[in-house]
């Protein structure tokens, strides 16, 4: 969304990274000025997905760029507005899902009912909205919540590299054998 609304040419957000940039013109946008369904509301797992989001707001920049006149790539008057709307039903979804998630591991006594916490981790974790969201599910549940400090909420991937490199270090089962391969921490 945030490369779609070209947020890198915003005066605010031109160094910021595209979920930071959403987040931090969110703070000041009317999220009520567009109202995007929910995701998956059909499918009662705890699957998430965006596309179908993703596509929703295409059609809004599309619709609101024809309607100020301007080219793709151009900042829209309302991309506030729309940063506020996605940020909040990004939170919604997530929120949902994972109540869902969490309501499972209950009925199916995967969690102890005591000490049940639930972690939340990679970029998404570094968003104070869906945190505090995730925050409010936690304690009505009666769960702990536990996230990383903003600045080693990074990109999932570098996550999973990284898990990976420890779990090869210590002989987990990543590969059969580490001859003849050469890893950095990096």
């Not at 295409?58 to 506020?84: F, P, T």
């Not at 996230?147 to 909420?153: A, D, K, N, Q, Y």
């Amino acid at each position: 969304v945030a490369r779609r609304l070209s947020l890198r040419k915003h005066p605010e957000c031109h160094s910021m990274a595209g979920g930071k940039a959403i987040e931090h013109l969110a703070q000041t946008g009317n999220q009520q000025q567009h109202t995007f369904r929910l995701p998956m509301q059909q499918y009662r797992n705890c699957d998430f997905s965006f596309s179908g989001l993703q596509n929703l707001v295409n059609k809004v920049i599309i619709q609101k760029e024809k309607e100020e006149g301007i080219r793709e790539g151009e900042i829209l008057s309302c991309a506030k507005d729309i940063a506020a709307a996605v940020q909040h039903t990004v939170a919604l979804h997530i929120i949902q899902r994972t109540y869902r998630a969490m309501l499972f591991c209950i009925k199916n006594s995967i969690l102890s009912s005591k000490n049940a916490t639930l972690v939340v981790s990679g970029g998404v974790a570094s968003n104070q909205y869906i945190r505090k969201g995730l925050q409010t599910l936690a304690d009505a549940n009666n769960f702990a919540l536990l996230c990383p400090p903003p600045r080693l909420c990074t990109d999932n991937g570098v996550m999973i590299a990284w898990n990976g490199i420890e779990r090869l270090r210590a002989g987990l089962g990543v590969l059969h054998s580490t001859d003849g391969i050469r890893y950095e921490p990096k």
